[in-house]
């Protein structure tokens, strides 16, 4: 399995992923930190807490921008054998699908582990730039980094299935993009929040209530445990079913 694993990474190092794995959370900080510098004032004048304001703030950018991330990386990682027509080479060889194929999905995972860390070191770069008081809640931005990632074990599971199983990658990706854009509307509604679009959005570790239509108090998220299980529910599942169709798939 190692060599399987070592020989994925050599060929990902010769495209754009990694760069692109630690740009778009360099780009969620930099829209998050943007976005509390011009509310800063308000912030302090209603006497919040501004680093859990900070990770509501921020969390709606993830919930959008991890699906579509990730649907890029799943894409791109099963893309290099598509673009190469490897997979013919690979079959032949004396090595377990499952290998090949748990593999493809350990690369997504690492990529998405190097993005949350530096989501959670962004984060308390902001918290420093900006001069929020009080000690760094180091727990609380690990949760915040890393939870939406736990949320969307089934994106990644259900998009790297999509990507084995069309050469052409625009099918995958545009359902990909349409399910990220979708789990900002999925979030808002009880009965849609169990579709696993939605749960890199239900996966915060603090939510800001709403009294009256106007913004309430921030508040620890209860669902989290309820969301983790779903998610590694369906993340078994679409994994489960991406296997059997790949040990399955014949090349000619």
């Not at 931005?141 to 969307?152: H, I």
Request: glycine content about 6%; aromatic content about 16%; some cysteine.
């Amino acid at each position: 399995m190692n060599h399987v694993v070592y020989s994925d990474k050599m060929k990902l190092k010769r495209t754009f992923i990694t760069p692109i794995t630690f740009m778009y959370p360099l780009a969620i900080i930099i829209i998050g930190f943007l976005i509390i510098m011009m509310q800063r004032d308000n912030f302090i004048e209603r006497n919040v807490d501004m680093w859990a304001s900070m990770v509501v703030i921020v969390h709606f950018v993830v919930m959008v921008f991890i699906p579509i991330a990730i649907t890029i990386i799943s894409s791109h990682v099963i893309n290099v054998e598509h673009q190469t027509n490897a997979w013919k080479f690979l079959f032949s060889l004396p090595i377990p699908k499952s290998q090949l194929y748990m593999s493809k999905l350990f690369q997504v995972i690492k990529l998405c582990v190097y993005s949350a860390l530096v989501m959670f070191g962004g984060f308390i770069v902001i918290g420093m730039v900006l001069g929020f008081s009080g000690n760094v809640p180091y727990l609380l931005l690990l949760k915040a980094a890393f939870l939406p990632y736990v949320g969307a074990l089934p994106i990644m599971t259900f998009q790297l299935w999509m990507s084995m199983k069309f050469k052409n990658q625009a099918f995958p990706i545009g359902i990909g993009i349409l399910g990220a854009i979708s789990a900002f509307f999925f979030q808002m509604n009880e009965s849609t929040s169990y579709l696993f679009w939605a749960y890199p959005a239900m996966m915060t570790p603090v939510k800001q209530l709403i009294v009256d239509g106007s913004l309430g108090e921030i508040v620890t998220s209860a669902d989290i445990g309820q969301y983790t299980i779903l998610s590694v529910i369906f993340g078994l599942f679409f994994l489960l079913l991406g296997f059997i169709a790949f040990n399955n798939q014949q090349v000619d």
